[in-house]
Nanobody
């Protein structure tokens, strides 16, 4: 079993930055892909980006390229989402998730964190 715990959300003004963390425990995730999703009220959960734990390959949704950066610290079993130049439409609950492949479909993910709220004020 895998446990994922997100942290780092909060309230920030437009143009500001936040770094979200996703701490993993329970089993080795070296063969997994770690992804970040977000879900705004009334909207579907959408893929933001992903990183392959063992290879470090990253992929982003087009609209966040250049603003969001995903990284990992293998020694801490933690994945990060650095978000810069935040906009009010980035407001959502952000989730990390783990899957065997690099998918943008949330239904294909095996493990999920509880989510962390990010609110960007204008």
């Amino acid at each position: 079993q895998v446990q994922l715990v997100e942290s780092g959300g909060g309230l920030v003004q437009a143009g500001g930055s936040l770094r979200l963390s996703c701490a993993a425990s329970g089993r080795t995730l070296s063969s997994y892909v770690m992804s970040w999703f977000r879900q705004a009220p009334g909207k579907e959960r959408e893929f933001e980006g992903a990183i392959r734990w063992n290879a470090g390959e990253v992929r982003y949704r087009d609209s966040v390229k250049g603003r969001f950066t995903i990284s990992r610290d293998n020694t801490k079993n933690t994945v990060y989402l650095q978000m810069n130049s935040l906009r009010p439409d980035d407001t959502a609950v952000y989730y990390c998730a783990a899957a065997r492949g690099l998918f943008d479909d949330p239904r294909l993910y095996d493990y999920w964190g509880q989510g962390t709220q990010v609110t960007v004020s204008s």
